[in-house]
């Protein structure tokens, strides 16, 4: 019979929550350990595929329709052009500051894109931080925040755009 | 015809602003067309010819345009601390330079050849470590500029077109250039050279040579520790921040489109992160069976039932008022009426309750019967039921009757 790592229950609810397993969780080495097993497993069970990166692991589905990680890479956009606009370095600030949960909102508030903002999820504030925290991306304290690592998938996203239109403008040429 | 040193600099300090115009319109190919230059001369009042035979500072080419000599172009990007850089080809040359003089070096056996070879040694190796730091600073000076914040995506292109030609063009050949994993990299000639020249200081009888090749051994010992210093420049500074400035370009650029268009297909280039919602999954419970039996039971048509009622056990004799009353008449006067109604009731072997005991007690209020009351003086009676606190009673004939 299949021998299942001890953390296998937790391990596969964590992951079907749509949660990222940080490199500081003890599961993040018990998956790498059996990464191939896990592949298998989340692919043949549930047509998922699993994606293990240096610094967290996470599940991406093929058939996904909701607009809640869509409302995520709006709010890191709109935040990280707001730091900008503050003459703040917005890559160290994602990487290392502590968020406060009021200023945050208020920024967002004052900005010129904020008409965004009222069409998205992101304008029930509060849910929308919980649900990330428990999906952690961001690590939720009270009233304060910071950026996990898992943030850099979406860094990576804002790159990937870079690159093709990049590419299209130099087909243009 | 030598050029005279003195007319040369005095040349440059009387018509400063005339080179640094020349310098700056030749500053893209060392070349200047002939009109621009006629047209600069009557500016400034300088004649063509001396700039030509008597300074040399220009020669004029075969298609009748001028070119800035080497020596005037180095000069000029010294003083105004403006280089052009090298492309890493160059770079490469010199580092060829320099091993096929050590090759002749050490093939060598005539002392003057040996001299030469040891003076050509140590100007390239000169000459490229001063290119190598020249060209550190001006791509560490250009990088910083392109840290300065900007505005609109087209900044952001030109900012990640500009790191990415720099590393791949410059950056990364200037790295393999020094790499000392390669065979044939320069560092690892120049410690040839240094571990020869210290060998050949001791070993050599001439003491002019001696002292030559221990100054080769010097320069190329510092030339070791120079090269190291700008790797690390190069590698652990310049090639992180360049990379970084890139990166963050390309992330700023890619969520500027994004927001400028995340409510149209075009937004949607590039799919965002397709992660997985949580969703629960139902499997038949254990107890299922059980719940659906209870669930169905609700439904269930039940046929009438009907229960009769019980006849309730209740002791409904109640004493005869009447004979009692008889019994009480008789025995007037009754010095404490509850006691004898108590007394008399328990004489017909009945369950003494409450009720039975208020059918006889409630005799004290005939109008036969005249009552005089003993308030202070209480007494308890137990009945089958309650426990009664009642007070001594008098007992008469009523005088009107």
């Known amino acids: 019979m299949q021998a299942y790592p001890n953390e296998h229950k937790e391990i596969v609810k964590e992951l079907?929550?749509?949660?990222?397993?940080?490199?500081?969780?003890?599961?993040?080495?018990?998956i790498q350990d059996n990464k191939d097993f896990y592949e298998d497993f989340f692919y043949h069970s549930f047509d998922y595929n699993?994606?293990?990166?240096?610094?967290?692991i996470f599940l991406r589905s093929k058939a996904t329709t909701e607009r809640d990680t869509r409302d995520f890479t709006i709010f890191l956009a709109l935040l990280c052009r707001e730091l900008e606009l503050e003459g703040k370095k917005f890559r160290e600030q994602i990487d290392f500051a502590t968020f406060y949960v009021d200023d945050v909102w208020q920024t967002l508030n004052n900005s010129t894109k904020k008409e965004i903002i009222d069409s998205t999820g992101i304008k029930e504030w509060r849910n929308f931080l919980n649900r990330w925290n428990r999906k952690n991306v961001i690590s939720l304290n009270g009233n304060s925040f910071k950026f996990t690592k898992a943030v850099n998938?979406?860094?990576?996203?804002?790159v990937n755009v870079a690159n093709e239109k990049l590419k299209n403008q130099i087909t243009v040429v | 015809m030598r050029t005279n040193a003195k007319r040369v600099l005095n040349f440059l300090t009387a018509n400063f602003d005339f080179v640094k115009l020349l310098f700056d319109l030749c500053k893209e190919d060392s070349t200047i067309r002939t009109e621009e230059l006629i047209k600069i001369c009557n500016e400034h009042d300088v004649n063509t010819a001396t700039l030509v035979t008597d300074l040399r500072i220009l020669r004029e080419l075969p298609n009748g345009n001028y070119k800035l000599h080497k020596n005037y172009s180095d000069f000029l990007q010294f003083l105004f601390d403006e280089y052009a850089i090298s492309l890493p080809e160059a770079l490469t040359a010199m580092s060829n330079a320099i091993e096929e003089i050590f090759t002749k070096l050490r093939g060598a056996t005539d002392k003057s050849q040996i001299s030469t070879y040891i003076v050509g040694l140590n100007n390239v190796i000169d000459d490229f470590l001063e290119r190598i730091d020249r060209y550190t600073q001006n791509l560490l000076r250009d990088t910083e500029s392109l840290k300065s914040s900007v505005e609109s995506a087209t900044d952001l292109t030109l900012r990640i077109r500009k790191a990415t030609f720099w590393i791949e063009e410059f950056i990364k050949p200037l790295n393999t250039i020094l790499d000392k994993s390669q065979t044939k990299s320069i560092i690892n000639t120049i410690s040839l050279i240094s571990a020869y020249a210290n060998q050949r200081k001791f070993e050599e009888e001439d003491a002019n040579l001696r002292r030559q090749?221990?100054?080769l051994y010097f320069n190329a010992l510092n030339a070791d520790l120079d090269i190291n210093q700008q790797i690390k420049k190069l590698t652990r500074e310049l090639l992180p921040l360049l990379d970084r400035i890139k990166t963050n370009s390309q992330i700023?650029?890619?969520?500027?489109?994004?927001?400028?268009?995340?409510d149209n297909p075009e937004g949607y280039i590039v799919p965002v992160p397709n992660l997985v919602f949580a969703s629960r999954q139902y499997p038949c419970s254990t107890i299922f069976e059980k719940e659906?039996?209870?669930?169905?039971?609700?439904?269930?048509?039940?046929?009438?039932?009907?229960?009769?009622d019980e006849v309730p056990e209740i002791d409904q004799w109640l004493p005869d008022t009447e004979f009692f009353k008889e019994k009480l008449r008789n025995n007037l006067p009754v010095d404490n009426f509850y006691d004898w109604c108590y007394q008399a009731l328990n004489e017909e072997e009945i369950k003494l309750d409450m009720m039975k005991y208020?059918?006889?007690?409630?005799?004290?209020?005939?109008?036969?019967?005249?009552?005089?009351f003993e308030i202070e003086n209480r007494f308890k009676?137990?009945?089958?039921?309650?426990?009664?606190t009642v007070p001594k009673v008098n007992l008469y004939a009523s005088i009107s009757k």
């Open chain 1, 16 to 30: 079907l929550d749509g949660k990222f397993i940080l490199y500081s969780d003890n599961l993040f080495q018990v």
């Open chain 1, 50 to 56: 699993l994606d293990v990166r240096s610094e967290f």
């Open chain 1, 153 to 158: 998938l979406f860094f990576e996203f804002a």
């Open chain 2, 213 to 215: 090749f221990s100054k």
């Open chain 2, 252 to 262: 700023q650029m890619g969520f500027y489109y994004f927001l400028d268009s995340y």
């Open chain 2, 292 to 308: 659906v039996t209870m669930f169905l039971e609700h439904f269930r048509e039940s046929t009438k039932t009907f229960i009769e």
């Open chain 2, 358 to 372: 208020s059918a006889i007690a409630n005799l004290i209020f005939e109008k036969e019967f005249d009552a005089e």
């Open chain 2, 381 to 388: 009676l137990e009945l089958d039921d309650v426990i009664l």
